[in-house]
């Protein structure tokens, strides 16, 4: 066989499987000017993605979602391996989390066929 024939064949297969692989829908995330926080805001999204805050023993975060359609996983795992929170199928509402250990932390968002926002703040230290 002539390898003209299998290009095409070969294109195609790569078309398929980019179109399975892709981020669908889109996600904007907006950093704090304080370096305090940010904001998702994501439509029809399927895919990954995350963001880093440094933060000191006992800081908590607040988060926030709205969530209007679709699934919301998040994640909060640090660079030395803690993971203070990990939640599937988020509703919308409020709640927090508080680190026990100073570290760089991912603050992962996962979305299927999602729709809605999330606010991430750092409310600072229930320590006192």
């Avoid at 800081?59 to 929170?85: H, S, T, W």
């Avoid at 996962?110 to 991430?120: N, S």
Wanted: aromatic share 8%.
């Amino acid at each position: 066989m002539h390898p003209i024939v299998f290009l095409p064949l070969f294109i195609t297969i790569i078309i398929v499987i980019s179109a399975y692989t892709t981020s669908k829908g889109s996600i904007v995330i907006l950093e704090n000017p304080n370096g305090k926080g940010f904001t998702m805001d994501f439509k029809e999204w399927s895919s990954k993605d995350k963001c880093e805050l440094s933060l000191n023993k006992g800081d908590m975060l607040q988060f926030k979602i709205d969530r209007e359609d679709g699934e919301i996983a998040l994640a909060v795992c640090g660079k030395n391996g803690q993971e203070p929170y990990a939640g599937k199928n988020l509703e919308s509402g409020i709640f927090t989390v508080t680190v026990s250990e100073t570290d760089k932390y991912d603050i992962i968002i996962t979305g299927k066929d999602a729709t809605g926002k999330v606010t991430v703040k750092n409310v600072g230290s229930n320590a006192k």
